[in-house]
Structures are given as structure tokens and as C-alpha cells.
């Protein structure tokens, strides 16, 4: 089995998937204060990327961190939100222990709070 990095963004405050969101996938070495950008992308239709962050043997044991742009999303969907936005960029941080497996990363975001969990 090869494994996978994937997402998926829900905007809760308007019950529908979150379109267009701008999110970074970046490699983070615990012992030091360097992340290196491993791509940048942004969410389709459905809230999810076209293709998988991480796929075909890329998915490596080690420290990651998702950024998702959720000020940029609320202020281009809702508008009219006050400055400065209180959810701006949404870091999660998460290990991956077996790279043969299938990490699902989802967001659940709303312009005032989030919650993830390790999805399948």
C-alpha cells in the first residue's frame, strides 16, 4: 500500500465546502526552526484538492504542518468581517508515523473557530 496525504476544508458557517482556499503543506524539523515549503495549492469545488498533497511514495516518516489561509477564504465568501480577522492562517501541525498509510487531514472552520482529527 502507498501511502497519502489528503484534506478537505468545511465551512461551517455556511455549511458548504470551502472553494478556493489557499492552504501550504510544509516539512517541519522538530529540532530546529526550519520548515521547508513542500507545496501550495488551493482547495477545489468540493473543498478538497485535485490530487492528493503527498501520493506515490512521497509521504515520508516525519513531522508536517497544513497552513490554511481562512482569513483570505472568509473575506473573499462572507465579507464585511472586522479587522484584523480573527482566524487568519490556520497552522496544524501532525506526525506521520507510517508512511504507507492514509493520512486525511480535514478542516472544519468557521470565521471564529476549527476543529480537525485524523480522518480516513
Request: glycine share 8%.
Amino acid at each position: 500500500m502507498v501511502g497519502q496525504l489528503t484534506t478537505h476544508v468545511l465551512d461551517t458557517s455556511q455549511g458548504s465546502p470551502a472553494a478556493g482556499m489557499v492552504l501550504e503543506l510544509w516539512a517541519v524539523d522538530r529540532q530546529s526552526p526550519i520548515k521547508t515549503l513542500l507545496k501550495q495549492t488551493k482547495t477545489n469545488v468540493q473543498g478538497r484538492t485535485n490530487v492528493p498533497l503527498l501520493d506515490d511514495g512521497e509521504l515520508e516518516v516525519g513531522n508536517y504542518e497544513l497552513v490554511f489561509f481562512v482569513g483570505d477564504y472568509f473575506q473573499r465568501t462572507i465579507g464585511n468581517l472586522p479587522e484584523p480577522v480573527f482566524l487568519d492562517q490556520v497552522p496544524i501541525q501532525f506526525g506521520v508515523s507510517n508512511p504507507h498509510s492514509h493520512y486525511h487531514v480535514p478542516l472544519l472552520v468557521s470565521p471564529w473557530s476549527y476543529t480537525t482529527y485524523r480522518g480516513s
